[in-house]
């Protein structure tokens, strides 16, 4: 995987997307690992660019999933920190997955990775 050149020494992926969320209105994949959650996107055919966007766990506050639309449902999940609100929006049933994934990241408990 092209995003783990950057990851952080002893940093594991957990989770990963494998759809597509839009951030601002751009297209990301996301990491989700046992430091942090991570934003990852390529541009570019034969020169590649890469952008990461990252946040701290520790930052995350005030986690919120919401199910939008009647007929075809996106699911947007929600999330303060200390940068201000962050809005992620993608299929319903991939950000259901991430929003238990981010949960159990955010909460104040052992992790069998972190022994």
């Known amino acids: 995987m ?3 050149k ?3 020494p002893e ?3 957990i989770f990963w997307s494998d759809f597509s969320v839009e951030f601002n209105e751009e297209s990301y994949r996301v990491y989700i690992t046992s430091h942090r959650l991570l934003l990852f996107k390529e541009r570019g055919v034969v020169f590649k660019k ?3 966007i990252t946040e701290n766990w520790a930052q995350i ?3 919120q999933y919401t199910e939008l639309g009647r007929i075809s449902k ?3 999940l929600s999330f303060s920190t200390s940068k201000g ?3 992620l929006e993608g299929p319903r049933g991939g950000m259901l997955s991430l929003f238990k994934a981010i949960q ?3 909460m104040d408990v052992k992790k069998p990775w972190d022994a």
Do not use: N
Request: glycine content about 8%; cysteine-free; proline content about 4%.
């Open 85 to 87: 609100e962050s809005v």
């Open 61 to 63: 506050r005030g986690l």
């Open 50 to 52: 890469e952008e990461v």
């Open 2 to 4: 092209p995003v783990e």
């Open 11 to 13: 940093e594991k992926i």
């Open 74 to 76: 996106k699911g947007q």
């Open 104 to 106: 159990r990241q955010t």
């Open 6 to 8: 950057y990851l952080l």
